[in-house]
């Protein structure tokens, strides 16, 4: 059984910091990409940053310069930290790996709160 467990969300006023974690367990196989989605109110799902197993990383626009994505391979643990945070922020924020165990399989983090006061 794989679990996804993800920690660090919370409140914080804006140009604030947080750092999200999601750290996988169980037979999760080989991972390849991993990253981080966010939802917020009334809105679709969206993609914030992934990164390859090589390393290489992506953002969403409105995070470029304000978000770093970074992972460890030996713990299966992502990461997110996020500098100067705004309200437009506020949303849950879901992990995402992608890992191969004979075939390639998605999996998901249960959500963190992220709420960003102005």
């Known amino acids: 059984q794989v679990q996804l467990v993800e920690s660090g969300g919370g409140l914080v006023q804006a140009g604030g910091s947080l750092r999200l974690s999601c750290a996988a367990s169980?037979?999760?196989?080989?991972?390849?990409?991993m990253g981080w989605y966010r939802q917020a109110p009334g809105k679709q799902r969206e993609l914030v940053a992934t990164i390859t197993s090589g390393g290489s990383s992506n953002y969403v626009d409105s995070v470029k310069g304000r978000f770093t994505i970074s992972r460890d391979n030996a713990k299966n643990t992502v990461y997110l930290q996020m500098n100067s945070l705004k309200p437009e922020d506020t949303a849950v924020y879901y992990c995402w790996i992608n890992a191969r165990r004979g075939y390639s399989t998605n999996y998901w983090g249960q959500g963190t709160q992220v709420t960003v006061s102005s």
């Open positions: 169980g037979s999760i196989g080989s991972i390849n990409a």
